[in-house]
Structure formats: structure tokens, C-alpha cells
Nanobody, 127 residues
Framework: VQLQASGGGLVQAGGSLRLSCVAS???????????MSWFRQAPGKEREFVSA???????FYANSVQGRFTISRDNAKNTVYLQMNSLKPEDTAVYYC???????????????????WGQGTQVTVSS
């Protein structure tokens, strides 16, 4: 599985960005069977969970982004999105998309649970 993230950039506080992550999956495997997630990592900090969407369309968010960020997926395009609104300077980080097919619910928020990672896209929010 190969993941390609895009959409990062520089935005002022209060602004919005939409991240995209396109997945290339093995022949015969459906993209819809993957749990797709976003994590982020700020300088000097550990990688942290942001949001996930599972194969049933259930949504999961970190408390810090609940109500501001929205995750979605388009299975026809093998793509997961992260719409980020009301951005804050503390949202500044490299954002990574991740995928896995073998996760149970309790594993969604743990970065080490995921086998596949995108290359990351930088999001910078200025105050």
C-alpha cells in the first residue's frame, strides 16, 4: 500500500485547509476495507492521533480537534480527506495519513498499530 498525502500549507489562525491522501492498494483488495487515519507530529513532540474513519464509516477524533476537523473518505477515488477549520497555531505540524486493515477499535489511536504511512504534509498556522 502506498499513500500520498497533499494539501498542507501556510494559513493564518482561524483559516481552513483540506488535506487529501490517495491510496494505492494491491490488486484484488478494496480500499474500503482499510481503516484510514490522520496523525500529526510537531517539532520535538511525539506523533499524535488526529482522526480516523473505519470501513463502516464511523468517525473518531482527538479531543483537541473535535468540532473543528472533519474526516471523510471517497472509496471510488481511494482517497481520505481531512477538512480542517478554525485552525490554531497549535495545529502546526507535519500531518501523516495512515492505513491498516487489521485494526480493532482500541488500536485506532495508536500510531504503532498502522503498517502503512504516507510521506507527510506540512501544515503551518500563523498567529
Amino acid at each position: 500500500v502506498q499513500l500520498q498525502a497533499s494539501g498542507g500549507g501556510l494559513v493564518q489562525a482561524g483559516g481552513s485547509l483540506r488535506l487529501s491522501c490517495v491510496a494505492s492498494v494491491p490488486s484484488g483488495v478494496s480500499f474500503r476495507t482499510y481503516v484510514m487515519s490522520w496523525f500529526r507530529q510537531a517539532p520535538g513532540k511525539e506523533r499524535e492521533f488526529v482522526s480516523a474513519i473505519n470501513r463502516d464509516g464511523r468517525l473518531f477524533y482527538a479531543n483537541s480537534v473535535q468540532g473543528r476537523f472533519t474526516i471523510s473518505r471517497d472509496n471510488a477515488k481511494n482517497t481520505v480527506y481531512l477538512q480542517m477549520n478554525s485552525l490554531k497555531p497549535e495545529d502546526t505540524a507535519v500531518y501523516y495519513c495512515a492505513a491498516d486493515r487489521q485494526l480493532i477499535l482500541s488500536e485506532y489511536r495508536r500510531s504503532y498499530s498502522y503498517d502503512y504511512w504516507g510521506q507527510g504534509t506540512q501544515v503551518t498556522v500563523s498567529s
